[in-house]
């Protein structure tokens, strides 16, 4: 993408859900710009291949397999992160599920709790365990979650889903108000519609090409000016946002959620 900055030289980033669509972009934007790459997945095969990628900046990577829905992987994988690069300047919580969009009265306590545990759960304690070490060292840290622009409008109907991003956004302002006397950010990104494999369930589901469910949505989209930049996002565009919450132009920023939408979003 021959970006030009380097605005991470000599930090160290944390990025969970790394080896998906949108995870892998901000790894190689951070990785670009000057981080070492503390990549975290559940998924060892997609987080081989970015680790590839992350090798072929030049940065350092390492390569992190854990379920953030378990609270003892969690603690495990900061402290691997914490002992390869003796600290962790910037946490990604990117990793994600949907609930498929189950109607109400398909969605049992297992997915509720699933989704939960990845979306909300994890994401809480990782940044505790992050920022508490962030505190000890006296690191200006900066935290950032992506949410989902579901989290401020529901627009398609799903339950588990946008109701745990709405509660991601609510702790990260809680966090943002009691990690602020520690000079650490913590901020929230609200993507739109982003072309990454996490639509692929919704077209093997159905027996549709891979690709042919985002598409559909985003047509649909574009057709009722809902998405008023008229295209899909990419993660590049997400990658992007992240890499100025984790830079110090941001240095004003905290416990916002911003949108990343093309427009479809405007609370
Ligand atoms: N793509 C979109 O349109 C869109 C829109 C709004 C928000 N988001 C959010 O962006 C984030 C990234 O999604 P994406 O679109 O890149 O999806 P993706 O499916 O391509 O990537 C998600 C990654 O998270 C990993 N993951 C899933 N469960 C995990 C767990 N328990 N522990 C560790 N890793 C786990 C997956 O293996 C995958 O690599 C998610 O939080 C998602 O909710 C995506």
Redesign the pocket.
Known sequence: MGNELKRFAGKSALI??A?????RGISLRLAREGADIAA????QE?LDETMVNIKETGRQGIALV????QEGEIENTAKRALAAFGKIDILVN????GDTNKSFDEIDADLWDKVYA?NVKGPFFLSRGIAMDMIEKKIAGKIIS?A?TEGKTNRAGSLAYASSKRALIGITQGLAIQLAPHGITVNAIC????D???WHKADRDMDLPLGSMVKMVGDTAMEQRQLKLLRIGTPDDIAAAVAFLASEDASYMTGQAINVCGGMEFS
Do not use: E, F, K, Q
């Open positions: 969970t859900g080896g998906g669509g949108i995870g975290c997945d559940i998924d997609r854990c379920d953030v829905a990117n990793a994600g599920i990845v992506i989902s993507p739109g519609l982003i990454t494999p996490i």
